[in-house]
């Protein structure tokens, strides 16, 4: 079994940082790509950031320049910097990561449970 586990959410003002943790556990032979994404509500939910184990990222528009994705491989963690947060960032972030449990089976998407993230004065 793999289990994403998130930390890190909760309440700030405009303006404010936060920073959220995912860590992976479980029977892992390889963590592909990791990502965040966020669904606010009576919305679809969307890509954030991503990144590859190789140290790629991929940004949507409306965070490039204020959020940062990054990962470290030795623990299986990625992480999301948040800063300048906006009203419209407040959503149910979750974590998303491309695992590959053992060598002889196919890698296949996990996910985390989420964790608030809400911006307000």
């Known amino acids: 079994q793999v289990q994403l586990v998130e930390s890190g959410g909760g309440l700030v003002q405009p303006g404010g940082s936060l920073r959220l943790s995912c860590a992976a556990s479980?029977?892992?032979?390889?963590?592909?790509?990791m990502g965040w994404y966020r669904q606010a509500p009576e919305k679809q939910r969307e890509l954030v950031a991503t990144?590859?184990?190789?140290?790629?990222?991929n940004y949507a528009e409306s965070v490039k320049g204020r959020f940062t994705i990054s990962r470290d491989n030795a623990k299986n963690t990625v992480y999301l910097q948040m800063n300048s947060l906006k009203p419209e960032d407040t959503a149910v972030y979750y974590c998303?990561?491309?695992?590959?449990?053992?060598?002889?089976?196919?890698?296949?998407?996990?996910w985390g449970q989420g964790t608030q993230v809400t911006v307000s004065s």
């Open positions: 479980g029977t892992i032979f390889r963590v592909n790509a």
């Open positions: 998303n990561a491309n695992i590959k449990r053992l060598s002889y089976l196919s890698a296949r998407d996990y």
């Open positions: 990144i590859t184990n190789g140290g790629n990222t």
